[in-house]
């Protein structure tokens, strides 16, 4: 049998095709475009100090021909304001000419406006009178602690157990510390350790160091000289004060209607966590990206915030000099990717914004009724929506509603809420936004009085008669997430409020 010749296994063929390569500049442009703006204000503050011939552009905000803002976008076919216009013009003519020559022209003095504050002088003499005025840094509360335990405590041994009591003290004022093994741990007696411990409670502010709540409120009844058998009694059942169980109280304590509602009263006007307060900083406002006003005929305009948009130019004359002048391969090399990383940072932050501003105009024209009656008319959106719309992926419709906010006539809202799940309405009715759903659950309760508190059935039926098709659990899902407790709590607590208000 005759075998014929195998054919070669070895083949050289040659092929087309198109992929996405993860360049590092591609991998930060998405970084930026779902960063906040405080993280891209401080991206760009890094990259203008590594690159040479990145600059902070300090210019007037650019104008169209029109007169318009070049960031400013128009929402509902609504037409340029006058405000817009009037912020970009051009000097009127009673205005001093451009080329105006000041040579001989004698400056008056005009007294100096200093911008130093209370503790300078508009003149710079050397008068410190004011320095009282400027304020100082203050003491935090293990400090503000550290000092009277300094003060408070002569003997060394206890300020030692003192300052150890103090290094495990929680933010809120607890101290959650097994008395027995850190008297075992530092080599004295319990009962030291203990004694230390109460004596710390009454340091200010009153109640910390305590191992629990009750522990905490009946160091502060103590210092008002208000703690008594009935208070005790109260507080070893605040349990039964949390159900709002009075009558089971009453009988504990051994009171009346009337002098359980001064006992509660009393306790109220309490803190229970005393160095929670203490150490507060002031939370940080919340700068938008874009500002929505209203046009001069009802519809809306957006435009970029300048206060949070970095802006950044390239100095070409400084790089076309650094080309000229240098003949190391080295050096040109370092310009050229210097050059080119800053081409791409300006290229990236306008394509950042353009998008912001894009996806916020479909966003604003999709909910209009929000804006113009409130939350019941939130509509249902998903990101798919305004993908289809500008053109762009659901992911990048991700990242661009990630950590950004709009400022409108409703409040500062992030992008993110205005993408919300759709709850279908009865009998082939147009869907819901589940926020508008919630807000209208959050009405019915507020309306309710002791005598009608609506349980999670009744908002069902009642919805369901609105053209709101629920079930009876989401109701509840969503009556937690608004910590509105059950309507036999609520039932309670409104007959407990006028049981207290009649004694």
Not at 12 to 34: G, N
Not at 178 to 199: T, Y
Not at 416 to 429: H, L, R, V, W, Y
């Amino acid at each position: 049998m005759a075998i014929g010749p195998r054919s070669s296994g070895l083949r050289l063929d040659l092929r087309q095709s198109q992929s996405l390569v993860m360049t590092p500049q591609l991998r930060q442009a998405i970084k930026l475009l779902q960063s906040s703006n405080l993280e891209v204000a401080a991206f760009v503050e890094e990259e203008l100090e590594r690159n040479p011939l990145l600059e902070r552009d300090e210019r007037p905000e650019p104008a169209m021909e029109d007169g318009r803002r070049a960031d400013v976008l128009p929402v509902l076919d609504s037409r340029d304001s006058a405000a817009a216009a009037a912020a970009d013009s051009l000097p009127s003519e009673a205005a001093a000419p451009l080329d105006a020559d000041w040579s001989n022209v004698h400056d008056e003095g005009t007294p100096f406006s200093s911008s130093l504050g209370a503790g300078g002088r508009s003149d710079f003499r050397d008068d410190l009178s004011t320095i009282e005025n400027l304020a100082g840094r203050e003491p935090t509360l293990r400090e503000h602690l550290s000092e009277q335990i300094r003060l408070g405590f002569r003997e060394p041994r206890e300020q030692l157990i003192a300052s150890a009591m103090l290094a495990m003290l929680e933010p809120s004022g607890r101290l959650v510390v097994d008395v027995a093994a850190m008297a075992a741990r530092l080599g004295c007696a319990k009962e030291v350790v203990e004694g230390v411990r109460l004596r710390l409670q009454r340091l200010d502010p009153t109640g910390m160091f305590a191992a629990n709540l009750a522990e905490c409120l009946c160091a502060q009844l103590a210092e008002k000289n208000r703690l008594d058998p009935a208070m005790e009694a109260l507080l070893d059942n605040l349990p039964l004060l949390a159900r709002r169980d009075y009558r089971a109280l009453q009988a504990c304590c051994g009171v009346d209607a009337e002098d359980l509602a001064e006992m509660i009263a009393e306790i109220k006007r309490l803190d229970p966590k005393p160095g929670a307060g203490f150490d507060v900083t002031p939370a940080r406002p919340i700068e938008p990206d874009v500002l929505m006003r209203a046009g001069p005929d009802g519809s809306w305009i957006l435009e970029l915030n300048p206060e949070t948009l970095p802006r950044v130019l390239i100095n070409q004359g400084f790089a076309a000099r650094c080309m000229l002048r240098t003949t190391d391969k080295d050096q040109k090399a370092f310009v050229a990717e210097k050059l080119q990383t800053a081409n791409w940072m300006v290229k990236s932050l306008e394509q950042r914004a353009n998008t912001i501003l894009k996806v916020a105009a479909d966003i604003v024209q999709r909910q209009d009724g929000f804006f113009r009656h409130g939350v019941e008319f939130l509509k249902p959106l998903i990101l798919r929506e305004v993908a289809e719309t500008v053109e762009m992926h659901e992911s990048t419709v991700s990242r661009v509603t990630a950590n950004k906010y709009i400022a409108t006539p409703r409040g500062v809202l992030e992008l993110k809420f205005f993408f919300t799940t759709a709850i279908s309405g009865t009998a082939g009715g147009e869907s819901v936004s589940a926020a508008a759903v919630r807000h209208r659950i959050k009405t019915m309760v507020d309306a309710e009085t002791a005598a009608c508190v609506l349980s999670d059935d009744a908002i069902v039926l009642r919805l369901r008669e609105e053209g709101v098709d629920i079930a009876r659990r989401t109701v509840a899902k969503y009556r937690d997430a608004l910590r509105i407790p059950s309507s036999v709590q609520r039932k309670r607590d409104k007959e407990g409020k006028v049981a207290t208000a009649w004694a």
